[in-house]
């Protein structure tokens, strides 16, 4: 074991002295002014190592691997040094920690440096809880009792399991009793002491009555109580008050912003977890008077810049039509690029971004949490911002054949009726679709020609693919409706680039534009002209394949076997 030098011991001992942490220690060691030989040196390197190292968060004795706790590697040399200054430093914090990571590293018997470490722990504690800092000091004292609480769990040290509780106790009463208040301290003393069946509900009732300004330190106390093994009206009681205080700390101020729209939610799930319907309604229906505004968000918006060459480009192509109904079509040719799983860009950031996000439907607003794996990437953002440009290309397009062809409703009529799909009768609605548009009445637009994409869809799909099923029993038959139908596209033989973008324009509540439902349902104001541009697009798009202008994949045809 090498010797210890006297004048690398006295800096470090002075540099103990009033310190709360290991790392104030090292912070002091590593600038003091020491006349060293190259073995004091590197016993001071040692030590500055040992300091700034964290120990396990279990006393066992861990594998070579494991027991690095930082990116060096301890050398053998390293370890006879901290041996050594183990057995001769005179503060306890110093002396516990360096036991510590010798039993992490698996350097002399495991229970005897366990139970150096312990009573470092338990003596360092007592003196951190005097020194002049006394909120960084009972931060120390706290950490010092949870290393000794693992200790004597993990070595089953009897002897001290009672002095370790003992001691946690008497803390938690003396922050109870103090001034300085400092919930996370309790919390977690009285988590472990739970853990050793300590009898803590009287700490946690009067810890939850004097934080009850702060809602979660208040709630954090009262689920300990539940942990506690409360049944019955006592455990109602509890419950009742998790969800009151979550609740009346969302209420207390209108204006708090996403703050008060999480509590809110808490509480909702609270009350529905606890089984509390009264409470779950009130929550619910604070939610639902919650709007997008009243958030605090901050909206950063950039002006999308399109060359006016791409105008111009879009222009000359519905100049080249010989008739309305051809200039209708070229409208749609190949415009959704984006939505093709051969387009260039749709991998190129996969696996950006790919983290769990949160989703707020503005109507409620109501978190929806996508899993990790779900297809919510950039990709997914890169897709409906392509539909937006597009939006803006197709709304210009329409404009121009208004003002090449000036249609007045007969001749829009005799464009778009078919005779199967969409008869003249019925070709009058879409239609008027187009002419509210050119007339700016954007929400009329929008709102006659929604309805007329699910019917033209519908009547494309009766011959292609099955949408009702017919009861059974005592089940009702149904109807598959817009999202369904869209999704079954593919398999009736149409571009599976377009039923993704129709997903996302009309019926993604999630990730898309979901006009449809936000449109129908009356959940935004009015939309911009050139994601109305975009529905009346889908509407001819679906139409191109009535007229012939496009024709679908033909269907598979079963097997011999399966045909019979």
Known sequence: MPQVEPNILGALMEAAKNAVSCEAIAVVL????????????QQRDALLTALRLRPLRTGKAQSSKERLTSQAELTADQLEMWSAFADAVSSPLI??????LLLDCGHGRKYDRACSADLGYLDAAALLLAVPELVLGLRGATECLRWARDLTWSFNQKDLKQRVTEDMGSLVERVLDSSEDEPEIVKSLLEELGKERYGITDFAERAACRDADDVHARVGFLKLLLREGAAGPRRTDIETQIVSALLDAAEADVNAGFRRHLLLTEAATEARNMGL??????????????????LGWT???????????????????????EDLRDALWRTTEDAHPAMREDADDACQYEGLLRIPRTHINTAGPVQVTPPVDADDNHAVELQVRVLDALGIFTADQLDHIQER???DEAELIGALAHDTVLPGPRARTPAHAFRYFWLGELDAAACVALPQVEQILRQLLRHRTPFVSVAQGRTPGTVEQLGGLIRSMPAAGYPEAWSRALELLLTDPDRGMNLRNDICHGLIDTPPKHRVALILQAALFLLSYAHGHRTPAPLAQPAPEQAR
């Open 30 to 41: 590593a600038v003091a002014d020491i006349d060293t030989t190259t073995a004091g040196a």
């Open 405 to 407: 062809f000036v249609p």
């Open 277 to 294: 319907p009264e409470l779950r309604v009130r929550a619910e229906m604070a939610l639902q008077q919650t709007d997008p505004d009243s």
């Open 299 to 321: 909206r950063i918006r950039r002006e999308l810049v399109i060359p006016r060459e791409f105008f111009d480009a879009a222009r000359a192509h519905i100049d080249a039509a």
């Open 95 to 100: 002396r516990a920690r360096l036991h510590h």
